[in-house]
């Protein structure tokens, strides 16, 4: 671990240690409000310290992974450089079936429609009036 992110987190133990034992085992059974305010300051300045030197480790925390952007440490995935160096060579081989599918394969064509007559040729539907009057026919026979 470098020495910024160890000396943090050293002394955030060290301040919380110490803020803990004079808040608790001074303070509280003398009664004395600012030893008490002391303690708690210091455990509460050495938690600060100790959050940000493990955020500061997590933070510069990375496995240099060669390929594809996804792959990085950063996006909250982590993978071991073998996990990543096998994903990265499934995506090239299936990228590269993909290529060469689109280059060689001949579209299929389309099926032929049912032979109906365009239809500008049919004939029109019956108007409105002799659909009427045929319906009109019919009920008196």
């Known amino acids: 671990m470098p020495l910024p992110q160890g000396m943090l987190l050293c002394l955030g133990i060290l301040l919380m240690t110490a803020g803990g034992v004079m808040a608790l085992c001074v303070g509280l ?75 060689s394969r001949i579209p299929d064509p389309e099926p032929s429609l049912p032979s109906t007559p365009p239809p500008w040729t049919m004939e029109p539907p019956p108007s409105y009036d002799t659909v009427m009057k045929s319906q009109e026919h019919s009920e008196q026979l």
Do not use: K, Y
């Open 29 to 103: 059974p003398n009664q004395s409000a600012p030893l008490f305010g002391v303690g708690l300051f210091l455990g509460l300045g050495g938690v600060g310290l100790l959050v940000s030197g493990l955020c500061m480790a997590m933070r510069n925390l990375q496995v240099a992974v060669p390929g594809h952007f996804l792959l990085h440490p950063r996006t909250g995935t982590r993978f071991s450089p073998r996990q990543a160096l096998a994903i990265q060579r499934r995506l090239d081989r299936i990228r590269r079936e993909m290529s060469e599918d689109s280059v």
